[in-house]
């Protein structure tokens, strides 16, 4: 007999139930894309207004992004314990209500702090997202919708250049700017409280009605087959909770990279590298372009650009990933935009060439992020597989949060634009080669196989259960 969890990773797809969550879902990860790319285009704006210093405006990327890799460490502990529907609308309330707030602020001092409140919302809504979604998705779609999702990033990025771009013909207020996304966001937050629980929680939780409840209306609502089904008791473990989330953290940590220090190295170097490449760009973007001489709309039209290119880079990455494999793709990708982002720099006197530049850079770098969250997340076994892509995302956000004041106070008035990016990129050309020899290629390939082969002989052996996609938190 089926348990109750095959019954909803077999069903059929259906764009009325399946794919409700999906858009749900991908519309805050749409707000985590805005809210990223509008440090970029809020920085030269409270620059002027509040006379800040190159340092000081380094910190309006970094308040926020620290305080939403705070937000991806709380809430993904707190949504194992109240549950992925509560904290999907929870995460995204807070966000809003503090971004209101900040559209208020009187200093910068206070800006900061509320900007630092609004990103542990918001830090918190993409890994309940990606937990919720992927616990909702068909096993026979499911790394197909998970990579799709990533669509909504380059789109939310492009909606934030457009927003912007149209908030100069107002004066040019960063406080009509946070408003255009608050709105949005706070109508969203209503939507989502009608989403129903995930019957795989709540079988982890021993809450067996409540399960079948949603796994009976999944069953109707798509029209599979009603077949009977079994509601397994939950382990030991799911019924007492965990206990010293700490320490638990540092444990499961540890047991990460107990299992494989070389995986988890390229996991990690990964991660760090290939995202300080992306967000150094997209933070500084454009105050880059209007240090050198270009208005404010021409700037945060570059900015757009970017971002919009990547849509498409998105697709055709979806489109690769399972044909020439997640290695080569990565491989090939990640250089070259690195690159393109050098060629921008050495070009930007010449405006048509240095956009050129940067829209290969937009589309190189959207083909290379998706297939590394899938790559990731496959080279781990299914128990320790969210923690060991947890773990590889959370260093990527500790690094980024502090990207941008490196960047704004060292490397950019010490190194110049080009040899800075360079020497980024070289960075992600040595993380790229130790992939090439320190990980295996996971295309066509069962995910618990790949950890197998990779796992020392005292690990634990092949989980018997079906594996199931983990929640990604915000990269």
Known sequence: MKTGDQIVQELPWRWGVQGRMFIIGGLGYLFDAWDVALNGFLTPLLGTEFGLSVGERSLVATANLVGMAAGAVLWGSIADRIGRKKAFSTTLLIFALFSVLCAFSPTYEVFLALRFCAGVGLGGCIPVDYALISEFSPRKYRGRILTALDL??????????????????????????????????????WVRRGVPESPIYLTA??????????????????????EPYAVPAPRQVD????????????????????????????????????????????????????????????????????????IAGVAVSAWLVDMVGRKWLIAVSAPLASVALV???????????????????????????????????????????ATG???????????????????????????????????????????????????????????????????????????????????????
């Open 389 to 475: 892509f947890g773990s590889a995302s959370a260093a990527s956000r500790v690094a980024t949060g502090f990207a941008p004041l490196l960047f704004g106070t060292v490397m950019w008035p010490m190194f110049g634009l080009p040899l800075t990016f360079t020497v980024l990129g070289a960075a992600a050309a040595v993380a790229v080669g130790w992939m090439a020899v320190g990980a295996p290629e996971t295309k066509g390939r069962e995910l618990d196989h790949v950890a197998q082969d990779l796992a020392p002989a005292s690990a634990s052996p092949r989980p018997t259960v079906p594996p199931v996609e983990p929640a990604r938190p915000a990269g």
């Open 239 to 310: 019924k007492e909770g965990r206990q010293g989330g700490f320490a638990e953290a540092c444990a499961q940590l540890g047991r990460v990279w107990t299992f494989s220090p070389r995986i988890t190295s390229v996991a990690w170097s990964l991660f760090v590298t290939i995202m300080l490449v992306y967000y150094a760009a997209l933070s500084w973007m454009p105050s880059i372009l209007a240090d050198e001489g270009y208005s404010n709309t021409a700037a945060f039209a570059g900015t757009t650009l970017m971002s919009a290119v990547g």
């Open 205 to 226: 939780k021993g809450r067996e009605r409540q399960a079948r409840a949603v796994i009976d209306d999944l069953v109707a609502r798509t029209g599979a087959l009603v």
């Open 152 to 189: 909504w990033w380059p789109i939310g990025g492009t909606l934030c250049g457009l927003a912007s771009t149209a908030m100069l013909d107002l004066g040019g207020d960063w406080r009509w700017m946070l408003g255009a996304m608050t709105l949005p966001a706070l109508l969203l937050f």
């Open 343 to 385: 060629l921008f720099a050495t070009l930007l006197s010449t405006p048509t060439a240095a956009m050129v530049a940067l829209a290969v850079f937009g589309f190189t770098i959207q083909l290379t992020i998706p297939v590394l969250y899938a790559y990731v997340a496959e080279l781990y076994p299914t128990p320790m597989r």
